[in-house]
C-alpha cells in the first residue's frame, strides 16, 4: 500500500483489522471514484454514487451453525476479514507490504461453483482484479460449470 494513503496508518496499528472486497465488473467506476477521494476527508458512502453497504449474514462453517451479520459492499462478490501480522516498511520509499490472515470471509454462492471462486453463470459480471494505475483484470470463467 502506498505510504500516503489514510489506510495505511490505520493498517499500521497494533492488532489492525481490516475488511477486503472483491468487487465485480459492476462496480468499476464506483471503485475508480472511492479511489480519488480520502476516507480521511470525506465518508466514501456518503459521497460515492453507488457504493452502498448491505448486510449478509455468516456461518462458522458447515457443522457450525453460529451466525453473525457482517456489512459489505452491495454487488461484491467476497469479502474477507483479515487480520495484520506483520508491515514491512522496508520495500521501497514509497509503499508498505502488509501482510495478514483472513479471519473470515463471505462469498456469494453465485461466484462459487464447489472448487472455484468464479462466477457459475455467463450472465454474471466478472470479479476484479486490481493492476494499479487505475487499471483491473476481469476474473471469468471459460467453460459453464
Not at 5 to 23: D, G, M
Not at 78 to 95: F, I, R
Request: aromatic share 8%; with cysteine.
Amino acid at each position: 500500500i502506498n505510504r500516503r494513503r489514510h489506510s495505511a496508518l490505520a493498517l499500521q496499528q497494533e492488532n489492525a483489522r481490516f475488511a477486503l472486497a472483491v468487487a465485480t465488473a459492476t462496480l468499476e467506476p464506483v471503485l475508480l471514484h472511492v479511489g480519488s477521494c480520502s476516507g480521511k476527508e470525506v465518508n466514501k458512502f456518503e459521497v460515492v454514487s453507488g457504493l452502498r453497504e448491505v448486510q449478509v449474514q455468516l456461518r462458522k462453517g458447515p457443522k457450525n451453525s453460529r451466525r453473525r451479520e457482517l456489512q459489505v459492499i452491495e454487488g461484491s462478490a467476497a469479502h474477507l476479514e483479515c487480520q495484520v501480522y506483520k508491515v514491512d516498511a522496508d520495500v521501497d520509499n514509497d509503499h508498505l507490504l502488509i501482510y495478514s490472515s483472513v479471519m473470515e470471509c463471505y462469498v456469494d454462492e453465485s461466484y462459487w461453483n464447489g472448487k472455484h471462486f468464479v462466477a457459475t453463470e455467463s450472465s454474471l459480471a466478472p470479479h476484479l482484479s486490481f493492476l494499479g494505475s487505475q487499471r483491473f483484470a476481469y476474473v471469468m470463467s471459460d467453460q459453464a460449470p
